[in-house]
């Protein structure tokens, strides 16, 4: 919700930064947008597999990110701070600079809000928020029931203002703040629709998102919706799994999942797997790996739903599926976000974000910049599409 839906995250206590790690969701196209939470007490490098950061969805993949020196960033911060000056805005600038294009800087106020996210639930109005092509913000979706639901804001629109500052050039994480306020408070939001403008004041509410919804299609077919990876939703998955009709096909729709923690996604992957590798990763050249529980189910039919905005976590779910020959990719090409972010505290108590490395799929295949191409390429009708495919596995008529 602009107030995070779009962006999921990953959790540590503010204070534990240095001890456990996170990757996140990207702030779901950077803040603008829903996520989840987990945290724990781990080595940094245990860290770095449990959590993913993802962005906003586009069209096409974006570039390999660079990478920022985090003893530069920690150094600018220090900097600052003797100087009387924000280390939070000097840290920023240094990952700016850098090229890291996942990099990002969260004073403490900002990164517990994400920690409050990630495990899917923030106080805020509702909204999914984007950066429109002419970089004005739009309200990309609207939580069904939320304030802004209930205010009559809809997707499309364009937003100018909250509580009188203009958020036009501003980043997606700072309109977010904007947004973002204790329960009950009112907020003025001032948009544009069709051309014309309108005012409306909202009142921030305790929110929560639903990861995982299931229902089922005709011929015994369950739709597994994962919205993304929050806390607790790879059970869910398996849950969703098990109570499946036997032997009946499963369609795992992971369009528009911007990511989530990673530990959810390898316990989502597991659901269809007997062990085995899910992904590697690498922290500064180290090279490490995950694998997933044993006792999934490797026979029921599965095809998994893909498009522009599956991203991060959802992208590795998606090629440990498909390299282990487990599922048939549906969709178009997915985001293409395969690197990992983790958390250094800055002098300030400001949390600085870093690109650290990479993941590569069971095959070996790396995410970043290329995304994945599914194996039948579908645009509209997708769904229709993947129930043709799993006849074709043996499902249905």
């Not at 629709?193 to 089922?216: C, F, I, K, S, W």
Request: proline fraction near 6%; aromatic fraction near 4%.
């Amino acid at each position: 919700m602009l107030g995070l839906p779009s962006i999921p995250a990953s959790c540590l206590r503010p204070r534990d930064l240095r001890r456990g790690a996170v990757l996140t969701l990207a702030l779901l196209a950077a803040l603008g947008t829903a996520a989840s939470t987990g945290c724990w007490d781990r080595d940094e490098s245990t860290a770095a597999a449990l959590a993913a950061r993802t962005g906003p969805a586009a069209p096409e993949p974006p570039p390999a990110t660079g990478t920022a020196d985090r003893e530069a960033v920690a150094r600018a911060a220090a900097e600052a701070v003797a100087d009387g000056k924000s280390g939070k805005k000097a840290a920023q600038e240094v990952v700016s600079r850098s090229g890291d294009r996942w990099g990002t800087v969260y004073d403490q106020g900002e990164y517990a809000a994400f920690a409050d996210a990630l495990d899917g639930r923030w106080t805020g109005v509702g909204l999914w928020a984007q950066r429109a092509r002419d970089g004005r913000i739009q309200v990309d979706k609207v939580q069904p029931d939320s304030p802004a639901a209930r205010a009559g804001v809809r997707a499309g629109d364009r937003l100018l203002s909250v509580d009188g500052h203009a958020v036009t050039g501003l980043a997606v994480t700072d309109v977010i703040a904007l947004l973002r306020g204790e329960a009950g408070t009112p907020v003025v939001l001032n948009l544009s629709r069709d051309g014309a403008d309108l005012t409306e004041t909202v009142r921030r509410e305790q929110l929560r998102t639903e990861p995982v919804t299931v229902r089922q299609l005709r011929d015994g077919i369950t739709v597994i919706k994962v919205a993304s990876f929050t806390r607790g939703s790879g059970e869910r998955v398996k849950d969703a799994v098990r109570a499946a009709p036997p032997g009946a096909g499963v369609m795992l729709d992971l369009r528009g999942n911007p990511g989530g923690l990673v530990a959810e996604a390898v316990t989502a992957a597991s659901a269809f797997l007997d062990g085995g590798l899910v992904c590697t990763y690498d922290v500064r050249g180290d090279e490490r790996a995950l694998y997933a529980d044993p006792g999934g189910d490797t026979v029921r039919p599965l095809v998994a739903l893909v498009d522009g905005g599956t991203m991060s976590a959802a992208e590795l779910v998606t090629g440990a599926l498909q390299d282990r020959g487990r599922a048939v990719a549906v969709g178009s090409r997915t985001f293409g976000k395969g690197s990992v972010q983790m958390p250094t505290e800055l002098p300030d108590g400001s949390v600085a974000e870093l690109t650290v490395g990479t993941y590569r799929t069971p095959g070996g295949r790396s995410l970043d910049g290329s995304g994945i191409t599914p194996d039948v390429p579908a645009a509209a009708g997708a769904e229709e599409r993947a129930a043709r495919v799993l006849s074709g596995l043996g499902v249905g008529p």
